[in-house]
């Protein structure tokens, strides 16, 4: 079966240019997660879906960042004007969110972004 | 706010060696916590996930202990071996549903 996926794998962009990120999550996965994890620390939490409603942004960095999911399935994650310190891997993650605690989330690839 | 940290950060082992990695919490009111792995330009891949009512979880040569009361949880590997090499990441979960990540323990296992 088809786990989760992210495209592009990897991603170089001028400071200044503006990237979009996308997650392909499991199907029928009810809840989304997008990570930021910088060279060396473990991944950080910048906002979650439900469905298509985004319930969580509280980790955005800065408002150049912003996400969607219009559908509930697919999510675009969108930074404007990057800057350097936008480098680092953007993991995506979704789970089937039954409300139990043995509900785990599945990570796809990361998408490697690095900002000249 | 909750911050999880991980010693040691990094490990070096000889083959066959058991050894344990070790997660602490600061607030003891978690949903859950999560052991993964992450190998060299891949995502995460979940280990183990101990529930916040249970005290240790098992899948083969893997062990992991959760005490909430102290905000400790360890990760044990038994009889290690070079293909165990990694980085490992503990990962809370509290009720709003967001992972709340350690630093990672990177493991090598010499041959």
Do not use: M
Not at chain 1, 87 to 96: D, E, I, P, R, T
Not at chain 2, 45 to 60: V, W
């Amino acid at each position: 079966g088809a786990g989760v996926s992210q495209s592009p794998r990897y991603k170089v962009a001028k400071r200044g240019q503006d990237v979009a990120l996308r997650c392909d999550p499991i199907s029928g996965h009810v809840s989304l997660f997008w990570y930021q994890q910088a060279l060396g620390q473990g991944p950080e939490f910048l906002t979650y879906f439900q469905n298509e409603a985004q319930l969580d942004k509280s980790g955005l960095p800065s408002d150049r960042f912003f996400a969607e999911r219009p559908e509930g399935s697919v999510s675009t994650l969108k930074i404007q004007r990057t800057q350097q310190e936008d480098s680092a891997v953007y993991l995506c993650a979704s789970s089937l969110d039954r409300g139990r605690s043995t509900d785990t989330q599945y990570f796809g690839p990361g998408t490697r972004l690095t900002v000249l | 706010k909750q911050e999880v940290t991980q010693i040691p950060a990094a490990l070096s082992v000889p083959e066959g060696e058991n050894l344990v990695l070790n997660c602490s919490f600061t607030d003891s009111a978690i949903y859950n916590l999560q052991w993964f792995r992450q190998d060299p330009g891949k995502g995460l891949t979940s280990l183990l996930l101990i529930q916040s009512s249970q005290r240790e979880q098992t899948s083969g040569r893997l062990n992991a202990s959760l005490d909430k009361s102290s905000g400790r949880s360890t990760l044990y590997i038994a009889a290690s071996q070079p293909g165990d090499s990694a980085t490992y990441l503990c990962a809370v979960r509290n009720q709003g549903g967001k992972l709340i990540f350690g630093q990672g323990t990177e493991l090598s296992v010499k041959p």
